[in-house]
């Protein structure tokens, strides 16, 4: 049986065919991780696996075995994160459905590369779609989370 | 996460009206069970905590106005934002219209949100007054206190009293002066942010109830079609299903009820996904089921070629077209679907003969009228929470998708919530009509039109809700087609036949979306002719400043819902919007080689938009290098969501000029994800997007849709400056634009 770490606790399930998104969503009741697509197309599932971006709608739970799963529960509970704090500066949700995953996707951007251009940014940030159309705002606030981590 | 222990105190809390205080409005006040809370007005409470809790009644999808109408509540009755708690309003007649299309939250509702605040704060200030035995006169209020020279209550120690107290005549309310307002036409911090930030939103699938299922529907892919036969014994047999069950097609006309299809019921999301890959099932197409949008272009464009039904006719066209020559143009935009990142979703629970539901609806007392009507249970017996949704562009306005979560919480006797796949939100829309345009127009010597000719034809939302409706409504035909406020002196407007063979919806700034393509692309395309600059030909072309008056023209015009004495059709706002935009943009500074600058100008949901943008052509692809719009909606209440949608319009603009189709095959939609309907992503979006605030103090009006509509034709415009391609139909991804 597989098992990881999801936001520092250990888990171990039976459940290896389920995908990630929906073992945090229906088995474990962590609802921040979102369905958008169920393909790995629009990054609203989003979390970090050993600190990368990756899309738990494709990843079945018995590919985490020994693994370090982030939601974005597990940033910061309270919003404290840089990343969540500048996106409160900036203003950057409207409807804030995909945002979850956008902001999961800027914290591992700024792990790989914690000073990155704006096009490093833009490249870094477009398996993530939002449909209400934040993504200036988005990019603003990682450039400003960006400073804040230095 | 909601978790709902269906408390009885909890599920009568904003629906059981007990013999109470006052009367507003001949709505009664209800009470609940803390008695010494002061509750003056349903949108309203005051708590001896000093909490000050305000009803949102119309959904939040994104537009900010879970903030900005409580915002304007706060401001009149001064009270302390961090104090304020917003509870989203359950579907409920007495609080209004809560059907959040249309961009007229904030226009409809300014005034009895300012009247609310105003009078209880007028009720808190005779409390004090009274307490202190002093004159109200000489009594202020401020940020959840009462003042009287040195002494001062709080709100929370007033309330009890102020309970006691008989509401105000409307007569005898003070409101406030712009200068002295402390939210409205500033800020207020968002009241769903730290939540959204932090995962903790909870919108439609993230509600949980007590031995809840989980169900997916795999509907029939031609609408009007149903099951004819499917593998039910192989599917129940498999450990994760739970059970079938069919649901018959719908009786036309579509409304809001179910297409034919399947239900699997499961006992979590992933299973009832899944099991549908084991699915085997053979359909009754119907009638619809040899739909295909290639023959259907051509259908839509031989009717424009025909003359239809006159819309608005002013002078006579014919007369004047006669042995003239003509300048002429065809347009063509495609069917479109709305995508919102939150795919439908509704949690429906029928038990002792009431139906609750909690659904990112866009309409919730269209899903109470919908749920009683399918159940045959009255609409007081349905209980419509709305939850946030995940964006809803027109979409959560047809609430199918309500209507099959209360039907199969019937059939399983328990909680059940329906979710739907992006494949079946793809393929399952109301969709945004394909429309072809004809438009022509006969120039006199100083080149403008001395009379224009333009036919529109459409599958119309009419056909959702008429079988066998053939155009539009009037609503729908006066979005830029028979209000467009040039000054020509003969205008022949006709709407040619369309019949709809899939269900036909509303998509943030509907009908516009072609007919402001249509219309702005073709006075550029006179003015290019014409070889005059044009912004200058567009202030001509406006004419003098003036209320443009359709009765004059025969002309049916509902004017989106609003008084056409309040918001008239005003030719200045158009020419002053479109001038300041102008300007902030530079129009007249010289552009590099193989760039070009376009500009579009309209009135949408009574306000006024201007989109100027320079694009370059490399490759044959075209760039946004820049992009400006104006926006000039009178009053402002919160400023930065007009800026958040006025970029997020853009946004989707651009989406849908550059990518946005729907196709249709054999009567069923081709597309089903992201990977073949594609949207904009972060790097297709330039970062830098110029938004001007034309503020004033005039009513105000629309701010959710009408930035979208400009996009299109400006983008197109300045294509044509770039390289001389005039593009007539989108979307851009379809056109060859080699240089």
Sequence with gaps: MPSFKLNGEAITTDKTDMPLLWFLRDELGKTGTRFGCGKGLCGACSVLLDGQSIRSCQTPVSMLDGKEVTSIEGISENGEHPVQKAWVEEKVPQCGYCQSGQIISACSLLKSNPTPSDEDIKNGMSANICRCGTYPRINQAIKKAAEAMQ | MIFHKLDRREFFKWTGITASSSMLFGIQAQSDENSSSFKPDLFLEITPEDKVKIICHRSEMGTGIKSSLPMIIADELEADWTKVEVIQGLGDKRYGSQNTDGSRSIRNFYDKMRQVGASAGLMLELTAAKKWHVPVRECHRKVNKVYYKNKALSYGELCSDAAKLAVPDEKNLKYKKAKDRRYVGKAAKNVDIDDIVTGKAAYGNDVRLPNMLFATIQ??????????????????????????????????????????????????????????????????????????????????????????????????????????????????????????????????????????????????????????????????????????????????????????????????????????????????????????????????????????????????????????????????????????????????????????????????????????????????ELARKANIDPVVYLNKLLGPDRHVDLKKDKCDYPNYGASIEKYPIDTKRLKNVLNHVAD???????????????????????????????????????????????????????????????????????????????????????????????????????????????????????????????????????????????????PLKNVKLDA
């Design chain 2, 584 to 730: 902030k943009f530079d129009w007249d500074k010289e552009l590099a080689i193989g760039h070009g600058k376009g500009i579009s100008v309209i009135r949408s949901f009574l306000s006024y938009i201007a989109i100027a943008t320079e694009v370059s052509i490399k490759g044959g692809v075209v760039n946004i290098e820049r992009i400006d719009i104006g926006i000039d909606c009178g009053l402002m209440v919160n400023p930065d969501r007009v800026i958040s949608q006025m970029e997020g319009s853009i946004i989707f603009g651009i989406s849908l000029a550059t990518l946005g189709e729907i196709t249709f095959e054999n009567g069923a939609c081709v597309q089903s994800n992201f990977h073949d309907a594609p949207v904009s992503r972060n790097y297709d979006i330039l970062d830098k997007i110029n938004v001007h605030l034309l503020q004033n103090e005039k009513a105000p009006a629309g701010v959710g849709e009408p930035g979208v509509p400009p996009v299109a034709p400006a983008i197109c415009n300045a294509i044509f400056d770039a390289c001389g391609i005039r593009v007539r139909e989108l």
């Design chain 2, 219 to 524: 509907r029939c892919p031609v609408v009007g079609g149903d099951v004819k036969s499917y593998n039910k014994e192989e599917l129940e047999n498999m450990a994760s299903v739970l059970k079938t069950h069919v649901i018959p097609n719908f009786t036309p006309p579509p409304v809001f009820q179910p297409q034919g299809g399947i239900a699997i019921f499961a006992r979590d999301s992933w299973s009832a996904i899944k099991a549908r890959e084991s699915l085997k099932v053979e359909w009754n197409l119907g009638p619809n089921k040899d739909f295909n949008t290639k023959d259907y272009r051509k259908y839509l464009e031989a009717q424009v070629k025909k003359p239809g039904t006159p819309k608005r006719t002013r002078g006579n066209y014919a007369k004047i077209a006669e042995d003239t020559p003509l300048v002429k143009a065809d347009y063509y935009t495609p069917f479109m679907a709305h995508r919102p990142m939150e795919p439908p979703v509704s949690t429906a629970h029928f038990h002792d003969g009431i139906c609750e539901l909690w659904t990112p609806t866009q309409n919730p007392q269209a899903v109470q009228s919908a749920v009683a009507a399918a159940l045959g249970i009255k609409e007081e017996q349905v209980y419509s929470h709305v939850t946030l949704l995940g964006g809803g562009f027109g979409r959560k306005g047809q609430v199918d998708f309500a209507v099959e979560s209360a039907l199969l919480s019937k059939e399983m006797n328990c909680p059940v919530q329906v979710v739907w796949t992006r494949e079946d939100d793809v393929q399952h829309c109301y969709y945004h009509a394909a429309a072809a345009i004809h438009l022509e127009a006969t120039l006199n010597e100083k080149k403008y039109p001395e009379g224009l000719l333009m036919r529109t034809a459409f599958p119309g939302i009419a056909s959702t809700f008429v079988d066998g409706a053939l155009y539009d409504n009037p609503t729908i035909l006066g979005m830029n087609f028979t209000d467009i406020p040039y000054d020509i002196p003969n205008l022949d407007l006709q709407v040619c036949d369309a019949p709809a063979h899939v269900r036909i919806g509303w998509l943030r700034s509907v009908s516009n979306i072609q007919h402001a393509f249509a219309t702005s692309s073709f006075t550029d």
